[in-house]
């Protein structure tokens, strides 16, 4: 397994901006595709983006496409997820997830490897 620590995450005003990171402890991190999870309060965890490990292909969901940019830097071990006009219901903690798939996956099983967390809130 990888292990993942998010940071970035914090209080924004509707329609700011704010980039998440997630750093991960592995020598072959180039190896995993990296997707973003968001959970608010009384929902289910869900898909964000992902990224391959080359960096080329990615996924996103439909309701953060055009404003949500997922991309990594293999020599730094870590993904990124850099979010524009941002939204209330874009509040959520932010979970960053690493696996052995294809970025299509976009189920929570799907992932072998989660972080803690971090809390974006978003207030309008």
């Known amino acids: 397994q990888v292990q993942l620590v998010e940071s970035g995450g914090g209080p924004v005003q509707a329609g700011d901006s704010l980039r998440l990171s997630c750093a991960a402890s592995?020598?072959?991190?180039?190896?995993?595709?990296m997707a973003w999870f968001r959970q608010a309060p009384g929902k289910e965890r869900e898909f964000v983006a992902a990224l391959s490990g080359s960096g080329v292909v990615r996924n996103y969901a439909d309701s953060v496409k055009g404003r949500f940019t997922i991309f990594r830097d293999n020599a730094k071990n870590t993904v990124y997820l850099q979010m524009e006009s941002l939204k209330s219901e874009d509040s959520a903690v932010y979970y960053c997830?690493?696996?052995?798939?294809?970025?299509?996956?976009?189920?929570?099983?799907?992932?072998?490897?989660w972080g803690q967390g971090t809390q974006v809130t978003v207030s309008s």
């Open positions: 997830a690493g696996g052995a798939g294809s970025p299509g996956a976009t189920m929570v099983r799907e992932y072998g490897s």
């Open positions: 592995v020598r072959t991190f180039a190896w995993y595709v």
